[in-house]
Structures are given as structure tokens and as C-alpha cells.
């Protein structure tokens, strides 16, 4: 007989929390995208922010943002000394559009004293009378523990008090916050403990952990395994200082490691799961930064093989190097292209590309040696997909000729301008045959690669509307070996209208060259895509 799984609630702080990260800044349509993003996927509380604080948060607390999840306001217990009645703070809370208010409470005696300059009891009033004000307007309480670990380290007694008193006064979560992140998993094992055995019931407890030693993950899961039935974190990890728990990484090891799996249940369905890679991309997309490869379950490197000995086993048997099947959380398996590839690498890749070509074709042997050779000048292509699939196509059975490039020129003038300033500007001139009609076009640029890619990209006869969606997403330099004689590789990430992203490369001694060598593989490689000539890959 299966034992029924106990429900562990997912509450996401990104919008509050998250907004604290340096260079994150929110706007109010921000927010109502990424509350849509949350809300779908099925985590159980979304909180938005902290009305009253400042224009942004009270615009977007005018009204409910979520359909299934409840909406959560964050903000300050009142203010010592302060009836519950006349504080502007808590009645911001009261009156937003929310179901819910998250406290934030202070539980070191250390803080009380020196951040709010008020008493113990005084503390513990304000928890009481705000937790009492919000079960009042009919919202659903809880109370952020503030610093509770190393409160509880310092004063076990008086964090207790705080934690018991937002219990007893009706808080639906007590919330333990690791606020400067710096508690292990064990301590936090030991502290749960405690707090259970002495009355608050681990399903009315939180965890909040930042990620200051890298283990908010491990910290979060240790607190499940004592006890605690809420998880607070964010997407992506994002966060002040070194961020929060990952709630990205979070749910895939609750959802399908057995530890957990077998134990809990979450909001989150094993179709939801699916779409969490998705997420995770579409949340670094909304903040214009390019997705860790390397991030756990969901990044482009996640479930990827480079060496030859464990692509051949991963061919014959997924499991051997794989921890969770990929596809279980969107993700997909990668077989690197490199030098230290075997024949099973190249096999693998070429399948899943669409390219079928025997094990014995001595085209094979010769793209194979060509990659190596290639990638001894210094071409990366485990990290250029697309130019690799190019590469592949146009020595197996050729690619067509959409256009070609017959000179470009680029020119980086220093010069003054009419209000005495100095500016540097760069001019491409690029030419391009297309149908065997030749065509000019002049650009400036910020840059000579700018200048190159829309001088290029100006005029391609009847292809030009084809690439109008075409972007250019990150722009990688690297140089391969010392001097200002250098030979230099540049890496090209772009992507389009349809969602899916590829990467090219270029070698040269001349930075210039090797742009333009990415550039026109992207153009290449989009054109192909478009005519589902290629693109399977990236369009995973």
C-alpha cells in the first residue's frame, strides 16, 4: 500500500527578493509577466513586492496579478509604539490587492536593539498586533524570521519567542530565514528540530536560505527532511549578494529524486516539469542576460558529453552518465563535437541533426579530420553548434549558395566633431552577390563589427526579408594565444523570432575576419533553418 505523499508549498520571492539583485530593476509590465510565467507553472505563492515602498510595487498591488496562485505583499511588521490602526506601513499591506502579507520580522535580539532601537517585548508586540491586523482583513498571514538561524545561535529563547508568538497569533507560515547565508545544512537539520519539538507543527514552517556558501539548495531540502513544509526562492537564483535558493533547481530534485519524490508532492505536474527549462531561459531572456550553460537540470550543458568513451556508452545507454532523463525537465541531450570526440560523438550529432551518413563513409572520416585539424587552429565547435551543422552539411552533401560576400572594407576613424568632441567612428562597405547581381551597401556602426553586421545584413536581394528577425544575442572575444599578433576566435549567440538560438564561430589573426566569418554562418545557418534545411537542434 503506497503511503499518501505530504504537500510541500513553492513560494516565490523573485519579484520581492529577487528585485534586491544588483543591475535587476523591474518595471510594473516586468512584473505582471514574469507573476504570468510563475502562475502558470504552478508555484503556490508569487510575492510581488512591498506596496507603499515605492511607485513601482503600489502600482502593481492595485490589483490581484495571479489566477491560481495566491499574491502575496511583503512589507514591515508595525512600528513599535505605533498602534496596528495608524500605521501607514501595515495599512499599504491591508489595503493591497492581495491574499496574502508576508511580515518580515526581526529575531535577533542583537538587531532588535540595534536596527529597530526598540525593546524585546516591544518586538513582539508588533509581530503579534500585525499578524492579528492581516487575519483581520480576511488575508493569509506569515512571518518572515529574519536572521532566525544566527538569532537562534546567539539567543535560542528569544528567536523562539518570535517564531511562537507569529504562531500563536494565527500565522499561517513561520518562515526561518538564513538572511546572511552563512548556516550549513546540518546546523539547519538541528535548529528545525528544535523549533519543532518545541510547538511550531513543521506544517506551518518556512524556509527562506541565500546562497552565500553555495548551499541555499542544500539548506532549503535539509529544512524539508527536518520538517518544514514551505520553500521560499526565487528563479534562477536570483537575489541580493550571491543570490537565493534556486527554485530551478529546487522542484526538479523534489519532483524526481526518489529521496523526495516518494515522500512529497508539489503544485508542480510532471507536464509542468517539462516546461521548466523553458522557464528558466525565458526569465534570463526578460533580463537580457545570456542562460548559464552550466546551471543544474536546465542549462545547455546540463546533460552534455564531451569525451569519447562516455558518448559512446551515453549512445548505448542514456543512464550511464545521466542522472534524470533529460527530457523530464526539457532539456536534451548533447554530444560535444571536439577534438577529443570519437566516431560515437559525431554519429550522435550528425542523427540529430537529420544528417544520416553511414559509420564507414569516408566523408565521415574526413569531417571528423578536418573538426580536429580545425579545432587545433583554434575553432570552438562544441560551442558553435550551428557552424558545426554547417560545416557537416557542406562536406557530406553540400549546402546551397544563397549569396556570396566578394570584398568587404572597414574603415575606424578618431576624430573631433563640430562641438569640439572626440568620437570614434566605424564605416563597413560590404558586397554581395545574390542571383549574380552584385550589391553594395555602406553602415556605420557602434563598432566595426556593428557597422559589418548591417552593412551586411542591408541589402540581401529577395532574402532580406527572411533575416528581419534575425539578432544577434552575445558577442564572445576570445584571444587563443599572446600579443597583439593574436590569433583570435569569436563566438556569435543568435536568435529569432521563433525562439530558437544557435551559436557560430570564426578564427583569424584579424578580429575583424573572425567576426565576419561568425556573422555569415549565422546568416547562413538562418537561411537554411527557414527552408528546414536546419535548425532541429535549435529548435529543441
Known amino acids: 500500500m503506497t503511503m499518501a505523499r505530504e504537500r510541500l508549498y513553492l513560494f516565490d520571492t523573485t519579484l520581492r527578493d529577487g528585485q534586491q539583485t544588483p543591475g535587476i530593476d523591474f518595471s510594473v509590465e516586468d512584473k505582471i509577466a514574469i507573476a504570468k510565467l510563475l502562475d502558470e507553472f504552478g508555484i503556490d505563492y508569487v510575492e510581488g513586492g512591498y506596496p507603499g515602498a515605492n511607485p513601482t510595487d503600489t502600482a502593481f498591488f492595485q490589483q490581484k496579478r495571479t489566477q491560481s496562485a495566491k499574491f502575496v505583499a511583503f512589507g514591515m511588521t508595525k512600528r513599535a509604539g505605533v498602534s496596528a490602526s495608524n500605521d501607514p506601513g501595515l495599512a499599504a499591506l491591508v489595503q493591497s490587492k492581495s491574499d496574502a502579507i508576508c511580515f518580515v520580522a526581526k529575531s535577533w535580539d542583537y538587531h532588535v536593539r540595534v536596527a529597530l532601537g526598540c525593546t524585546n517585548e516591544e518586538n513582539l508586540e508588533s509581530i503579534k498586533a500585525s499578524v492579528e491586523a492581516a487575519t483581520g482583513a480576511a488575508k493569509e498571514a506569515m512571518v518572515d524570521c529574519e536572521h532566525f538561524f544566527d538569532g537562534f545561535k546567539a539567543n535560542p529563547e528569544y528567536a523562539m519567542a518570535c517564531a511562537k508568538t507569529a504562531y500563536d497569533a494565527g500565522a499561517r507560515w513561520v518562515v526561518l530565514c538564513d538572511t546572511n547565508g ?8 538541528a535548529i528545525v528540530d528544535k523549533v519543532i519539538a518545541a510547538g511550531i507543527p513543521g506544517d506551518h514552517l518556512g524556509i527562506h536560505a541565500h546562497d552565500d556558501t553555495g548551499q541555499a539548495v542544500a539548506n532549503s531540502l535539509a529544512a524539508v527532511e527536518a520538517g518544514v513544509r514551505q520553500i521560499q526562492g526565487t528563479l534562477n537564483g536570483i537575489g541580493e549578494r550571491c543570490g537565493n535558493a534556486n527554485l530551478i533547481s529546487i522542484v526538479p530534485t523534489l519532483a524526481l529524486k526518489p529521496a523526495f519524490a516518494d515522500r512529497f508532492e508539489t503544485g ?8 521548466i527549462s523553458r522557464l528558466s531561459r525565458a526569465f534570463d531572456e526578460l533580463l537580457n542576460r545570456a542562460p548559464e550553460a552550466q546551471a543544474p537540470y536546465v542549462g ?21 552518465y545521466e542522472h534524470v532523463p533529460p527530457e523530464a525537465v526539457g532539456n536534451r541531450r548533447r554530444v560535444m563535437v571536439s577534438d577529443q570526440g570519437g566516431k560515437a ?23 571528423i579530420a578536418v573538426v580536429k585539424e580545425r579545432e587545433a587552429e583554434g575553432y570552438a565547435y562544441e560551442g558553435a553548434d550551428a557552424s558545426f551543422e554547417l560545416l557537416a552539411r557542406k562536406m557530406l552533401h553540400g549546402l546551397p549558395e544563397f549569396f556570396n560576400v566578394t570584398s568587404f572594407r572597414c574603415m575606424v576613424e578618431r576624430r573631433f566633431d563640430a562641438n569640439g568632441q572626440l568620437k570614434t567612428v566605424s564605416e563597413a562597405i560590404v558586397k554581395v552577390m545574390v542571383d549574380g547581381e552584385e550589391k553594395m551597401s555602406v553602415a556605420e556602426g557602434h563598432g566595426p563589427v556593428n557597422a559589418l553586421d548591417i552593412a551586411l545584413r542591408k541589402d540581401l536581394g529577395k ?14 572575444v576570445r584571444i587563443l594565444n599572446g600579443g597583439t599578433e593574436a590569433i583570435t576566435r569569436v563566438l556569435i549567440e543568435s536568435h529569432d523570432a521563433s525562439g530558437a538560438r544557435w551559436w557560430t564561430v570564426g578564427v583569424s589573426e584579424n578580429i575583424i575576419d573572425a567576426s565576419f566569418q561568425a556573422l555569415m554562418d549565422s546568416i547562413v545557418y538562418k537561411l537554411m533553418k527557414n527552408r528546414d534545411m536546419a535548425g532541429l537542434v535549435a529548435a529543441e
Open 268 to 275: 508542480i505536474s510532471a507536464e509542468a516539469l517539462t516546461g
Open 300 to 320: 545547455a550543458s546540463a546533460f552534455a558529453t564531451k569525451a569519447g568513451i562516455h558518448a559512446s556508452a551515453l549512445a548505448k545507454e542514456p543512464a550511464t
Open 182 to 189: 552563512g548556516t550549513q545544512p546540518s546546523e539547519v537539520r
Open 463 to 476: 532574402y532580406q526579408n527572411e533575416i528581419a528577425d534575425l539578432e544577434l544575442a552575445d558577442f564572445k
Open 345 to 367: 560523438n559525431f554519429l550522435a550529432e550528425l542523427k540529430r541533426r537529420g544528417i544520416d551518413v553511414p559509420r564507414d563513409d569516408h566523408r565521415l572520416d574526413a569531417l
